[in-house]
């Protein structure tokens, strides 16, 4: 029978991997350094390769354990999801859940529904990490997450997702601008504009660039910003327009500085919806928690 290495064994190794130091790794996983050096040798010579460098400080990777570190991830994953999974079927929605949420949906969405998550599962312990989305991606696939609530038209090949509505973009603009006055605003009617975006780190970028494809518009070159809130700043303050999300668009329809318009139909938007990974046993839970999380309430933003 071929010899396989234990389950904290390769917790050992990720966690090596991760932090590259022996002592912080130790500390992580609650073991003695002389304990888990002894158990990391025990790994490779069990494999036959070397997987760290141990002589450099960090500690380093080698190339044979770049290859293998991947299937350690995947295999603790799997195991973690068999777990869940047998939970779930005992006790759905009880104990932690770590959530992953993006900028542009926490602020907004999140003291909506919050309130219902609570008095729907009380025994629900929902932590919260907020990042954009290339980040939560990565921390989903290393199992340090649990699922994602972020804009489904991003990059999430290989995971299992969830739709939990549309939520359409809305024009804002400076309140003096000669757009401002419009019920309602076609692609067309920003060609040429000024427009100011995220920076690369936010999905939304792509995704308003997306929606204004057929009417080009003319980008701030010098500046993106890092959130929402001074992307309005600078709308506001007439350095161009941007697309909000309805949710983010509602927060700040009480600005005298600012006009808000809505697309003429089809306006143009982004579906917003849980991810996971495929193996982790809680599709069922998960499904069981989009009820809590309803679209924003009907009606246009209005100025």
Known sequence: MLPLPTLRQLEYVVALAELRSFHGAARATHVSQPG?????????????????????RPVLVTPAGA???PRARAALAEVRGLVEAAQ????????????????????????????????????LALRLHEAPTRALVALLEAGELDVLLLALEAPLEGLA??????EPFVVALPAGHRLASRKHLGEADLRGEPVLLLDDAHCLRAQAIAACRSAPAHEMGDFRA????????????????TLLPESAARVERR?????????????????????????SGR?????????SFGPPTSGAPGR
């Open 255 to 279: 600005r005298s500085d600012l006009a808000l318009v809505p697309f003429s139909p089809p306006a143009p938007f982004r579906t917003i919806g849980f991810a996971w990974r495929p193996s």
């Open 36 to 56: 888990l050096s002894a158990q990391i040798r025990a790994v490779e010579a069990l494999l036959g390769v070397r997987l760290f460098e141990r002589d450099r």
């Open 226 to 241: 890092t959130s929402l809130p001074t992307l309005v700043e600078m709308v506001a303050g007439g350095a161009g327009f």
């Open 161 to 166: 997702t969830l739709a939990l509505f549309e």
């Open 88 to 123: 779930a079927q005992k006790r759905p929605l009880e104990g932690p859940l770590r959530m992953g949420v993006i900028p542009t949906v926490a602020p907004f969405l999140l003291p909506r529904v919050l309130p219902r998550v609570r008095r729907r599962h009380p025994r």
């Open 283 to 291: 599709a069922a839970e998960l499904e069981l928690l989009a009820a």
């Open 67 to 69: 290859a293998l570190l």
